[in-house]
């Protein structure tokens, strides 16, 4: 007897072409063991009939799962589900204990889960007013270029070096396009040995805190500060010393004379977005050549200065390889790409490559050639074009409505970035004004996780407008000045 065709249901909400739903439903079938080596498929008329596609779509499907084994087409008869199909393994579970003898409590030597990281809700894009930071806009990138260079990099001319274990190595085209194209415009030159591929900027400011650190090792970061920075050094259990940050950024004068890495984000600083004066960048490099300390620089946004020209990296006024530069992807193009690099003097990458392959050996073959592709031919620089475009005009709206209905940017009103940093009145707690704010749609980023655990910051937040479009911008401003205004007047929910 043929599987019967009312075993098949095609959900509208699932991803993918019609071709790759039936496919979908078919080997799902076959891996929950509900189809069995041997059983007929329907026909691809009636199910087709059934489904309300077209014939060939369905046909197309049998297909392609004849081609990976889960169907044999046996001549006129129709499709059968294969013999070797893949099938899940069977586990026998009835002598699995339900409470496990280990102590879970006891037996984990560092715990990683942390509670400082920005307070957000998981389904933030189905708000409307969502003003979160560093998530994409998918109506500012072009799919279709996107697309097109994956499958560029998917070709048969390409197809060797993607599936071959590249051990330590990078992709020689990505490495020459950092090398010769971005880093040049932030002033930066280097050889491909001093260039190392990483997982995103996280990765690589944890590779670099796990080679430049230890407990006996003093390093500075800023404050307010990139939360995931801070729990990154606290895993080392350095010595970390918070220096508070002003309208210029880091004060060189405030470090300790005994440093021995300095973190800092020059171009943008995270999160108020002040970018570092030129002369007070040189004072923080004469102090490195004197005391002989490190400095990691995230080049934090460069790309998005709207009014004046970005100023050149850090990294490009180092005469004595003190600096360690770290860009990332992830901004200009998608988060979820999670592709960065790190420029560092030839031994610091070494030693960097090294442990980047005890890890993960290297990000993957076909992300990076496709990033390559993306860069070589052009679609990078138009990508950032309709970004930096888009993002002055909705900066240019965030700011008329924050003036409009009395908020305060707290600091002096950067020139770049991709938000604002805000300052509440002393009343307002953000986190509770976040919480209040989700049942009139709004999401904001409450500001006390980017503060060291000593300072009592809550009445920070900081507003993005790379996740939300122009045009609900103004109302999304009214509606979180009109909680602020009634936050004293009532109890918090």
């Known amino acids: 007897m043929p599987i019967p065709v009312e075993s098949f249901f095609l959900d509208a909400q699932a991803e993918g072409t019609l071709q790759q739903k039936v496919q979908r439903l078919v080997a799902e079938g076959i891996l929950s063991g509900r189809f069995r080596p041997g059983e007929k498929l329907p026909s691809s008329r009636k199910l087709a009939i059934h489904l309300g596609i077209s014939r060939i779509t369905v046909t197309n499907a049998y297909t392609e799962l004849v081609a990976d084994d889960y169907l044999n087409s046996r001549g006129r008869s129709g499709y059968f589900v294969s013999d070797t199909a893949p099938s899940p393994p069977e586990f026998d579970l009835s002598n699995r204990k339900e409470n496990p003898g280990i102590d879970w409590s006891r037996a984990i030597g560092q715990r990683f889960d942390s509670p400082a990281l920005p307070l957000r809700p998981l389904n933030w894009h189905e708000y409307p007013y969502p003003f979160i930071y560093g998530q994409a806009d998918p109506s500012l990138f072009s799919h279709q270029t996107w697309r097109q260079c994956g499958l560029q990099a998917l070709g048969q001319k390409d197809f060797k070096i993607l599936t071959a274990d590249r051990y330590e190595e990078d992709d020689e085209r990505l490495l020459e396009h950092i090398q010769r194209h971005i880093l040049p415009r932030r002033g930066i030159a280097a050889r491909k040995e001093e260039i190392l591929i990483t997982m995103g900027a996280q990765n690589a400011l944890w590779m670099t805190a796990q080679i430049l650190l230890t407990q006996r090792r003093k390093a500075v970061l800023e404050n307010p500060t990139y939360p995931g920075l801070r729990e990154i050094l606290t895993q080392t259990r350095c010595h970390l010393v918070p220096i508070d940050v002003d309208d210029e950024g880091l004060p060189p004068e405030a470090l300790p004379p005994d440093t021995d890495v300095v973190f800092t984000t020059v171009s943008h600083h995270c999160p108020t977005n002040m970018t570092m004066p030129v002369d007070r960048r040189r004072r923080l490099l004469d102090l490195a050549t004197e005391r002989g300390f490190v400095v990691v620089e995230d080049d934090y946004e460069f790309e998005l200065s709207f009014k004046n020209a970005p100023s050149p990296a850090l990294k490009s006024m180092d005469d004595t390889g003190a600096v360690i530069y770290i860009g990332s992807f992830s901004k200009s193009l998608f988060p979820g790409l999670r592709l960065g690099y790190v420029v560092a003097d030839e031994e610091f990458i070494r030693e960097a490559r090294a442990l980047r392959a005890l890890v993960l050996r290297h990000p993957p073959g076909h992300i990076q050639r496709t990033v390559a592709y993306f860069l070589s031919l052009g679609h990078y620089d138009a990508q950032i074009n309709r970004m930096r475009k888009a993002y002055e005009i909705r900066r ?98």
Do not use: N
């Open 396 to 493: 240019t709206v965030m700011a008329a409505a924050i003036e409009r209905h009395g908020l305060s940017i707290s600091g002096a009103v950067a020139t770049g970035g991709s938000s604002f940093w805000m300052a509440a009145p002393p009343r307002v707690d953000t986190e509770i004004l976040a919480r209040r704010l989700y049942d009139r749609g709004v999401v904001i980023e409450p500001g006390r996780s980017f503060f060291s655990p000593a300072d009592d910051a809550r009445r920070f937040y900081r507003l993005a407008y790379s996740s939300i479009p122009s045009e609900k911008i103004p109302e999304g401003i009214r509606r979180i000045a009109d909680e602020i205004a009634a936050f004293g007047h009532s109890e918090p929910r």
